[in-house]
């Protein structure tokens, strides 16, 4: 036995029952301690099993040391908490579906298992099972033809409690969160057969549901859109019995699967070709879906993750995403996701700047606290739920030692001020970090409009203070004398500890700085204009103004002024830039030109000859100026944030930053 993966595991329900019934038919595992919320059930279920350690509570699981994995089969919402602090305790893990109750807390999770190099898999068990790694066989082989469409269904009628877990919206009840997640799963893992891949994602998702009075779907539809024109129709429910199967349809044939989700030991298929006969096609295991599920993770330890179909952790990031985008097409958002509650930390644990955490740090006058050179974007558009996503981003960047934010009065219609003081305001670290805040944008660019948006976005971050505040634009029809006063006032008032300009000339910011030594006044103590490796060939907005121009940097560095800089990876060309990808027109328009693509493949040459990704160096080229730059930058994903976060790490030399820029041929 001591050659076995030793297991915990995580609440004693219905489907833990099942998890330890059939961990006892594999070769690799044994079962060696139950966690439950009482004594009483630990026992009763230690009783069940023969289980030699019983837990009345789940942390202390995670402290026996002789516990190599857990297998965490909680509410939904407790899975992310539960999963990271298993993580942070060196535990390798298989956690139920949906792995979170989200996207954002997904990623936390992931990074969990990363940063503390641990396993972890989502419990998707028909996965693991091979008539699912026939299905995909049968699809890049050519037997469908061109897969045009999938339907998936996975429902049934559970009885009604409104406070059971199938019902409550505080326990992410409804079907789509609770076996819908099997649908979107399959229809990415057929999609990205279809198309080569191991999974695919949908550009587009639709849907409808009946929600009940508890707030969740009882039923529920979805339409997914995927490359290829690959369409996929998702089916799911908790109060509904419905036929749960899965049908795939090619441009030469069909495949019928009757039993996709719980597989038995013997399974069939049926393929359907135009002309013929249907074809059985049978597929035979010699153990059922939860015994290979356990025995899987078992083998694939030291790998950290299990290999295809199983679920990978990008696949199942994407899932997570799929079914935030189907939630919001229906309207479901739970109540612990909205705006006006209250989110707390993944693990439940007071933030902190890790120890390991390697942030760098420079000085602006005027702020008594350091200033991170890395700066947090606020701009939460385009996610399903903007509290948790936010929140996810800004626990693990200040985890890593950022402390610097940027806001701005416009950005979401005020959102972003709003969300950033909620998240300060709960987290409690308002004198710990440094909070950016930008006002009178055209047409509004005016001392009055300046005082009235500072006082609303004072209101909206919960703060009687900013550390920074930014003209967010310039209006040359005012005498900058007008600006500097204001300014000072605010200053004078405690309102904003120090004060700058964001897209305004070197001309005029000289004149405003003249102006204030004239009148004994406070001047500009930083500038935001963009900058980055990247010439911005038009303005990404109209009066925007860039500073990566030679006569730019020469005023920068003489004068030593900090630049805020935005857009500092020329927002996503150095991930995504490529002469074939013309999606986002505003990059095509502001970054595509023959020198922005020779910077990007001289980018992508050094990084390969350091082992990061091109925004790696990317980010390190706008570090390493010969001035104080502080690098403003909006990763949406943790995956984005380290993949840049590691340019910070690359001191690069004057002669690679010549190269880099095309002033010189050689590094």
């Known amino acids: 036995m001591a050659d076995k993966l030793r297991w915990g595991i995580i609440s004693a329900g219905r489907i833990s029952r099942v998890f330890a019934k059939n961990l006892a038919d594999t070769e690799t595992g044994e079962l060696l301690a139950i966690a439950s919320r009482t004594k009483e059930a630990a026992d009763k279920f230690g009783d069940e099993f023969n289980v030699p350690r019983r837990y009345d509570s789940y942390q202390a699981l995670l402290d026996d040391p002789d516990v190599d994995a857990v297998y965490i089969s909680t509410p939904h919402p407790m899975h992310a908490e539960w999963a990271v602090k298993a993580a942070d305790a060196g535990k390798h893990i298989l956690c139920e579906k949906p792995l979170t109750l989200n996207f954002p807390e997904a990623m936390a999770v992931v990074e969990a298992a990363r940063r503390n190099d641990v396993f972890l898999m989502e419990a998707f068990m028909y996965r693991c099972h091979p008539q699912t790694a026939k299905i995909v066989e049968l699809i890049r082989s050519g037997a469908l033809g061109e897969v045009k469409l999938i339907q998936a269904t996975f429902s049934f009628q559970a009885w009604y409690n409104p406070e059971g877990r199938y019902f409550n919206a505080w326990l992410a009840g409804g079907g789509i969160m609770d076996v819908g997640c099997y649908c979107t799963s399959m229809a990415r893992l057929v999609a990205g057969a279809a198309l080569g891949k191991p999974f695919a994602e949908p550009t587009d998702v639709k849907g409808a549901a009946h929600i009940g009075e508890t707030g969740v779907d009882h039923y529920a539809v979805g339409i997914l859109r995927f490359p290829n024109d690959i369409l996929a129709q998702v089916s799911t429910g908790v109060f509904l019995n419905q036929e749960n199967v899965v049908r795939i349809f090619g441009s030469e044939a069909s495949l019928y699967i009757p039993t996709p989700w719980n597989c038995p030991e013997h399974c069939e298929m049926v393929l359907s070709r135009k002309g013929q006969d249907p074809e059985v096609i049978t597929v035979d295991s010699p153990k059922n879906s939860y015994v290979l599920e356990a025995e899987l993770v078992a083998r694939h330890i030291p790998d950290r993750q299990a290999p295809p179909p199983a679920m990978t952790w990008d696949d199942t990031l994407g899932n997570m995403r799929t079914l935030d985008m189907w939630r919001a097409a229906v309207g479901l958002t739970y109540p612990m996701e909205r705006l006006d509650a209250e989110w707390p930390t993944v693990d439940r644990k007071p933030l902190l700047v890790r120890p390991e955490a390697k942030m760098q740090y420079g000085e602006i006058a005027g702020v008594a606290k350091p200033v991170s050179r890395l700066v947090m974007g606020v701009m939460p558009a385009g996610v399903q739920f903007p509290l948790p996503h936010c929140s996810v981003l800004f626990d693990e960047f200040f985890a890593r030692g950022g402390n610097a934010f940027d806001t701005a009065y416009i950005y979401g219609g005020g959102l972003s001020d709003q969300i950033l003081g909620k998240w300060i305001a709960s987290r409690g670290v308002r004198e710990k970090v440094v909070v950016i805040a930008k006002g009178a944008h055209t047409p509004h660019c005016d001392p009055e409009n300046l005082t009235k948006q500072l006082l609303e976005s004072l209101d909206r971050l919960q703060t009687d203070y900013v550390d920074i505040y930014l003209m967010h634009r310039d209006n040359p029809e005012i005498p900058v004398g007008e600006f500097v006063e204001v300014l000072n006032e605010h200053h004078k008032a405690g309102r904003i500890k120090a004060f700058g300009v964001s897209n305004w000339t070197i001309r005029r910011i000289e004149e405003a700085n003249e102006y204030a030594r004239a009148k004994g006044l406070v001047g ?37 002024t900090p630049l805020l800089a935005w857009s500092s990876l020329a927002r996503g060309f150095f991930v995504y830039g490529d002469p074939q990808n013309t999606a986002d027109q505003s990059m095509v328009r502001s970054w595509y030109s023959p020198d922005n693509f020779e910077r990007l493949e001289r980018a992508k040459k050094l990084a390969a000859e350091k082992g990061v990704e091109p925004v790696a160096i990317a980010m390190a080229y706008v570090l390493s100026q010969p001035f104080p730059v502080f690098a403003l930058f909006g990763p949406a994903t943790i995956n984005e944030m380290n993949a840049s976060m590691k340019g910070m790490q690359i001191r690069l030399t004057p002669e690679e930053l010549r190269w880099l820029n095309l002033e010189a041929d050689s590094p």
Do not use: Y
């Open 524 to 560: 500009l103590a930083a500038v935001s204009n963009n900058f980055s490796l990247a010439r911005m060939i038009e303005p990404v907005w109209e009066g925007c103004i860039a500073a990566s121009d030679p006569e730019s940097r020469a005023w920068f560095e003489r004068t030593q």
